[in-house]
C-alpha cells in the first residue's frame, strides 16, 4: 500500500511508523488514523517482524488533530462523529492487543490524540530536552474520553484525572513519575536508546511469550478476583504448552543461551 501521511519499512525483525507531516507537527486526521491502523495491522501480520517503532518526522510526535479535520469534525452529525471515533478508538486498540512490543519514541511535542498515541504504546522512550505531554481538550471545550480508557489503565484513575481535567502540559521527567513514560534520555540519546531496548526483545525474549503477556494485561482489567485469577490460570497452562516455553525451559535447565 502506497502511503501518503506515514512512513513504513521493516528490516531487522524490526517495523519503523513513522508520522510524515512534519510541516503540521504530524497531526492526526481520518487519512493518517487509516494508514495508521493500516500499518500496524501489516506489522501484525508480518512473520519477519518482532519489534515495532512509531515515531515522528521533524520536530514533533504528534500535535493531535489537525486543524481542518477539527474544522470538518465540527460540522458532524451524531452518527458521522460515532463513526469516526470508532475509528480512533480501533487504533488504539490494535496497538494495544498486537502481540508485538511498540516502542513509541518521542521526539517532541505529544498532544491530545498524539499523547493517546503514545500512551497506548508498550514502551514510551522520551527526550529529555523536548518531548511534551499533555492532553489540553477542555481547553477546547472537548474530552480525551477515548484516550483515557487506556490512560486510566496505565496511570491510575487519579493522575488520568489530573491530567484530562486540567489540561496542562507536562516534560518527559514529570511524564516518567506519572507512569506515562518508561525512560527518559537526551535528545541525542534518543534513538540509540530505543534501538538498544529493541535489540534487547528481539534477542532476550520469546515473541510468543511477550505477546501472551500483553493479551493477559489487556483482558485482566475489569475482571472481579475470581475470574481474574481463571482467566490467569489458564492463560499460564497455555503457555506451558506452547514449543517457546519447553524449549526455553529446556535451554534454562541446561544452561544453554536461548537463541530467540
Not at 504504546?121 to 505531554?133: G, L, P
Not at 475489569?222 to 497452562?237: I, K
Request: charged letters at 25%.
Amino acid at each position: 500500500m502506497e502511503f501518503t501521511r506515514i512512513l513504513y519499512a521493516t528490516g531487522g525483525r524490526k517495523a519503523s511508523i513513522t508520522l510524515n507531516r512534519p510541516d503540521k507537527r504530524n497531526a492526526l486526521d481520518d487519512v493518517t488514523i487509516k494508514e495508521l491502523t493500516t500499518a500496524f495491522s501489516l506489522a501484525g501480520k508480518d512473520p519477519t517482524v518482532k519489534v515495532v517503532f512509531l515515531a515522528g518526522n521533524g520536530p514533533a510526535f504528534c500535535s493531535g488533530a489537525d486543524l481542518q479535520y477539527l474544522s470538518r469534525m465540527s460540522q458532524f452529525d451524531l452518527e458521522e462523529n460515532r463513526a469516526d471515533s470508532f475509528r480512533l478508538a480501533n487504533l488504539f486498540r490494535i496497538i494495544v492487543e498486537l502481540r508485538k512490543p511498540v516502542i513509541a519514541v518521542v521526539n517532541g511535542p505529544a498532544f491530545a490524540g498524539g499523547c493517546g498515541l503514545a500512551s497506548v504504546c508498550d514502551f514510551v522512550v522520551a527526550s529529555r530536552e523536548h518531548a511534551m505531554f499533555g492532553y489540553p481538550e477542555v481547553r477546547i471545550g472537548f474530552i480525551p474520553a477515548v484516550v483515557m480508557v487506556f490512560l486510566v489503565k496505565r496511570v491510575g484513575e487519579g493522575r488520568a484525572k489530573e491530567l484530562v481535567v486540567r489540561g496542562n502540559s507536562i516534560g518527559a521527567d514529570e511524564a516518567k513519575q506519572l507512569g506515562l513514560v518508561s525512560m527518559v534520555v537526551p535528545e541525542t540519546a534518543l534513538q540509540k536508546t530505543a534501538a538498544t531496548l529493541a535489540d534487547e526483545l528481539l534477542k532476550e525474549n520469546s515473541l510468543n511469550a511477550m505477546g501472551l503477556c500483553k493479551e493477559l494485561l489487556s483482558k485482566l482489567h475489569g475482571l472481579n478476583l475470581v475470574d481474574s485469577l481463571d482467566f490467569a490460570a489458564n492463560m499460564n497452562a497455555a503457555a506451558r504448552m506452547t514449543a517457546d516455553c519447553r524449549n526455553g525451559v529446556q535451554a534454562f535447565l541446561n544452561k544453554h543461551k536461548m537463541e530467540w
